[in-house]
């Protein structure tokens, strides 16, 4: 199993329980505005293609921004529906508590902060502590003759990317000042992609059609150990099987939240989202459904890099 199961590949099942079709015109006709944290905007999209595809009555308005501005809208009512590639944490919970917002949360998929570098980074490879040393700043050259020195990219201050990473590889704590800030993830795996010595953090929802252009690297973290077999800090990539299997170290959950308290599209987009359909198009993403069964499929025994 050890050297196998990188190469298992994820598929929805066809059965089982979870989300529901939109049956009706008054959940599938109509104009619907969606705050979504930068982060996770492609799935997102991707999901507003297939449902107007289905729904030529329905007009879906993706806009993107950081997570904490979506969040920030949200609790004004300035939008009804938002999309997010975290949890909401404590203090925007007590925020909406103490507004008296009524909304709904439906975890819809399951994603991973992707750490990615430039080809002529020398490793392929770091350790959760290794990660925090350098984001941190305490480390600034990568090992090698010459000492290349390590350009960091990361999301805008209010990023989910960014807080997701602070929370679980640095503790809480900050980035080095040096560290240059991009508000579109284009931008960053751009920049990564074509700066000598570059390392970055992006959303695994960016990857698809953007990872021929860096070095996607692997984390260890002293805390996985699947079983005795396996050695600690042995190095994962956010590919589905290890996302899913909880073994990549920098997983998120993908929500929407809704303000919405009647049946109308919503709550029709939403259902989408949440049914078969909808999580194949998470599927599709490279990233994990949440709401149907899924299966690992072993497609060969070569271990997955």
């Not at 984390?219 to 005795?228: E, K």
């Amino acid at each position: 199993m050890r050297r196998s199961i990188a190469a298992l590949v994820l598929a929805v099942l066809l059965s089982g329980c979870g989300g529901r079709e939109p049956g009706s015109k008054q959940l599938t006709k109509g104009t619907l505005h969606i705050g979504c944290d930068e982060a996770v905007a492609t799935l997102i999209r991707h999901e507003a293609d297939q449902f107007t595809h289905l729904y030529t009555d329905a007009v879906i308005d993706i806009r993107p921004e950081e997570a904490r501005e979506v969040i920030a809208r949200f609790a004004a009512d300035s939008l009804r529906v938002i999309a997010v590639g975290r949890e909401l944490n404590k203090e925007e919970r007590d925020a909406l508590t103490a507004a008296k917002v009524e909304f709904r949360e439906y975890h819809v998929a399951q994603t991973a902060v992707a750490v990615i570098a430039n080809f002529d980074v020398p490793v392929k490879q770091l350790r959760v502590g290794e990660l925090d040393t350098i984001f941190a700043g305490a480390r600034t050259r990568w090992p090698g003759k010459g000492g290349m020195m390590i350009e960091l990219a990361v999301g805008g201050l209010n990023a989910g990317v960014n807080e997701v990473f602070r929370q679980k590889v640095l503790g809480g704590s900050g980035y080095d000042r040096a560290a240059k800030p991009f508000t579109s993830s284009t931008m960053l795996i751009d920049y990564v992609g074509h700066t000598r010595g570059a390392l970055g953090i992006v959303g695994l929802d960016w990857l698809k059609d953007h990872d021929a252009h860096v070095t996607v690297l692997g984390v260890a973290s002293p805390a996985m150990r699947p079983d005795s077999t396996y050695a600690p800090d042995e190095y994962y990539t956010p590919v589905q099987a290890y996302v899913y299997l909880g073994y990549y170290p920098i997983t998120t959950p993908v929500y929407i939240y809704s303000r919405e308290v009647e049946r109308d599209l919503g709550d029709g987009f939403i259902a989408f989202v949440t049914s078969v359909a909808g999580q194949k198009v998470v599927q599709a993403g490279g990233l994990v459904p949440a709401t149907m069964p899924v299966r690992l499929v072993q497609l060969t025994s070569r271990q997955v890099q």
